[in-house]
Nanobody, 127 residues
Framework: QVQLVESGGGLVQAGGSLRLSCAAS????????MAWFRQAPGKEREFVSGITYSGGTTYHAASVRGRFTISRDNAKNTVYLQMNSLKPEDTAVYYC????????????????????WGQGTQVTVSS
């Protein structure tokens, strides 16, 4: 069993920045990719950013590319999402997730590719 706890969300003005953190505990294994998804009211959960188990490959959705950066610190069992130049359309609950396939060398973009999820952290961007 793996537990994921997101933190760092909040209310910011458009153009501002936030850094989200996702700390893993329990029966963890560092040889899995991780990703951030988000879900806004009335919309489906969508892929935001992902990182492979080694941290050697990252992938970002077109809507956030150039503004968001995913990274991981395996020594701390933590993944981060640095969000810059935030827009009102970034408002959503952000979820951390763990890949369901061991040591995959590319980033999965579909919800059903991930086995473990955090509780989510709210990000609200005002205009």
């Amino acid at each position: 069993q793996v537990q994921l706890v997101e933190s760092g969300g909040g209310l910011v003005q458009a153009g501002g920045s936030l850094r989200l953190s996702c700390a893993a505990s329990g029966h963890t294994n560092r040889s899995y990719g991780m990703a951030w998804f988000r879900q806004a009211p009335g919309k489906e959960r969508e892929f935001v950013s992902g990182i492979t188990y080694s941290g050697g490959t990252t992938y970002h959705a077109a809507s956030v590319r150039g503004r968001f950066t995913i990274s991981r610190d395996n020594a701390k069992n933590t993944v981060y999402l640095q969000m810059n130049s935030l827009k009102p359309e970034d408002t959503a609950v952000y979820y951390c997730a763990v890949d369901g396939v061991l040591a995959r060398t590319f980033v999965g973009i579909y919800v059903n590719e991930y086995d473990y999820w955090g509780q989510g952290t709210q990000v609200t961007v005002s205009s």
